[in-house]
């Protein structure tokens, strides 16, 4: 086990060193140019189509609205709770500000995996609607990139293992036991249970379920971090000071707390920025090329969404309530430290709410990123595999949730960047597509405009 562990690491460290971080960063800030800012300036209007009835009949499996809630289902999750914490205990409160930037030029990414899932997505030999990464690299690039595409499925069919499984897993299962000292193995099991209900249905049944517990559970959990932060809110402007400042200067140890460089909260931030908002991974846009819709444009303005929701909002209300409550110098780190810092609060409930938020926003986890792996093993190997890619994963709940956290969340982030390579490339080739489809889609509405 050491010497895997010492393999995984190394890998870790190439994928996740500068070049990783300068391409996540670089494609998202070529895309937000390349947009005019598009998915900044319209923001308010990507809610309006979220919520927009439309009784025209569109291609596709599930509505729009089912179709960001089941890629929130897989984003938000451990890494707006356990990930936050972390990357604040390691790369301290300055990790936060790079997770906002990670946010801000994610939304360009999120808006062009969109855009190109729906363009270019396919039906599949059930009739149902398939796109993603795969899809539009094949069909976008052309035959001579197909390799890329087969490249992406093999990383995300195996990732989703790291970051939509064996995490979620174990996260709650510690969670619950520090919480109410449920045994792992138990909640392991209860977890397995409970995912295989809900993979028989496919993704009606996952776009049905995320589209009842995502919306409430999220809506729950801001109202528990805004209560939180009233109660702490002469702490506020210190915990901004602090987030800015060391966004760009080292911070020394104290405490719990083993001091790090700009460089550490910059790795810190990006990679569980993206972990937790999946903008530039690919993973999302599979979700999305199955709504029901005719314009990829409108598509990719929901997807964005997501991005903000997860990040802006979410992670943000998490980093706050940690760096407002002084104990991410405590040494404790995942989301025994978020779990702390409600508790500091709300005595009593604090460790309630985070262990419930916790246990079902990792459940709506484990089901989007077990469609994503479906689709991934199809793309490769065609719809006969599913059956048992599913009793895989249901499998590797139990597994997960017992398995060791440091090393579980090793492995999730070095599959999380082997994944993202292939498409980052595909979206920087695929750019003017984007571009070209989005200038379209609002030269063509404006001038439907009314006199």
Request: proline share 4%; with cysteine.
């Amino acid at each position: 086990m050491v010497f895997i562990t010492q393999v995984v690491t190394a890998i870790h460290n190439i994928v996740w060193g500068p070049v990783m971080l300068v391409l996540i960063l670089g494609v998202g800030i070529f895309l937000t140019i390349g947009l005019r800012l598009i998915p900044l300036r319209k923001l308010r209007y990507g809610f309006r189509l979220l919520f927009a009835t439309d009784k025209h009949k569109k291609d596709g499996d599930i509505p729009a609205f089912q179709a960001l809630m089941t890629a929130l289902s897989a984003t938000v999750g451990t890494g707006n709770i356990a990930g936050v914490a972390t990357a604040i205990f390691l790369g301290g409160p300055g990790a936060l500000f790079w997770m906002w930037c990670t946010a801000l030029v994610g939304m360009a990414t999120k808006y062009s995996e969109a855009v190109l899932a729906v363009k270019y997505r396919d039906v599949n030999q059930e009739g149902s609607y398939v796109g993603g990464p795969m899809y539009y690299i094949k069909k976008g690039l052309g035959p001579r990139w197909v390799w890329l595409a087969a490249l992406f499925a093999l990383f995300g069919s195996i990732a989703g293992f790291g970051i939509g499984n064996t995490v979620q897993a174990n996260s709650v299962a510690n969670v619950l036991h520090n919480a109410f000292g449920i045994p792992v193995w138990i909640t392991g099991l209860v977890l397995m249970g409970l995912v295989a209900a809900v993979l028989i249905g496919g993704i009606k049944r996952i776009g049905a379920v995320a589209a009842a517990l995502v919306p409430f559970m999220t809506i729950s959990y801001l109202i528990a971090s805004l209560v939180v932060l009233i109660i702490n809110s002469s702490a506020i402007p210190d915990a901004f000071a602090l987030i800015f400042t060391h966004a760009f200067s080292p911070i020394a140890a104290q405490g719990g707390f083993a001091g790090a460089a700009v460089s550490m909260a910059i790795r810190l931030g990006v990679a569980r920025g993206v972990f937790s908002n999946e903008a530039g991974l690919g993973s999302a846009p599979i979700a999305h090329a199955a709504a029901k819709t005719n314009e990829p444009v409108q598509q990719g303005l929901i997807a964005m969404l997501g991005t903000f929701i997860d990040t802006i909002i979410i992670c943000t209300l998490t980093g706050l309530v940690i760096v407002t409550s002084g104990l991410w110098t405590s040494g404790v780190s995942g989301a025994a430290l978020t779990s702390n810092a409600f508790s500091a609060a709300l005595p009593g409930a604090g460790q309630v709410i985070v262990a419930i938020a916790l246990a079902i926003f990792a459940f709506t986890t484990m089901l989007g990123w077990s469609y994503y792996g479906e689709r991934c093993v199809t793309y490769l190997f065609g719809i006969r595999w599913v059956t048992a890619y599913r009793l895989l994963w249901i499998i590797m709940v139990p597994v997960g949730a017992t398995m060791s956290l440091n090393f579980v969340w090793l492995v999730a982030d070095t599959l999380n960047a082997m994944m993202a390579i292939p498409n980052l490339i595909a979206l920087t080739l695929l750019g003017p597509v984007v571009f070209h489809v989005t200038r379209a889609y609002f030269k063509k509405a404006s001038s439907n405009k009314p006199e």
